[in-house]
């Protein structure tokens, strides 16, 4: 399985990134989703996560009401629209795989088995 995440960049507070994050191998619609972010000297942490099919979406109080999570299962992609990006958004995103197929969406990176390589997003004031 590989996860290849793409979308990042710089750009200025209140603007809009969407990150994308491809897989290949792995029956990709069996597994939940997600996205988490580090800043320089803290640890990573949830931002997002999808259900198999989609249907359920969980996201981070710090995030809620700005980014939304998406996946096309036909693609084998996930997908993280980031709108009124701030500051404190800046991080190397990083997209996982659920440890396990049927398994839910949590927030604990260690219930992820395959991460993507990152893609940095730096927001500037």
């Known amino acids: 399985v590989q996860l290849q995440a793409s979308g990042g960049g710089l750009v200025q507070a209140g603007s809009s990134l969407r990150l994308s994050c491809a897989a290949s191998?792995?029956?990709?619609?069996?597994?939940?989703m997600a996205w988490f972010r580090q800043a320089p000297g803290l640890e990573r942490e949830f931002v997002a996560g999808?259900?198999?099919?989609?249907?359920?979406?969980y996201y981070a109080d710090s995030v809620k009401g700005r980014f939304t999570i998406s996946r096309d299962n036909g693609k084998n992609t996930v997908y993280l629209q980031m709108n009124s990006l701030k500051p404190e958004d800046t991080a190397v995103f990083y997209c996982?795989?659920?440890?396990?197929?049927?398994?839910?969406?949590?927030?604990?990176?260690?219930?992820?088995?395959?991460w993507g390589q990152g893609t940095q997003v730096t927001v500037s004031s």
């Open positions: 999808i259900s198999r099919s989609g249907s359920s979406t």
């Open positions: 996982a795989r659920r440890r396990g197929p049927f398994a839910g969406v949590t927030s604990t990176p260690a219930h992820y088995d395959y």
């Open positions: 191998g792995g029956a990709f619609n069996n597994y939940a």
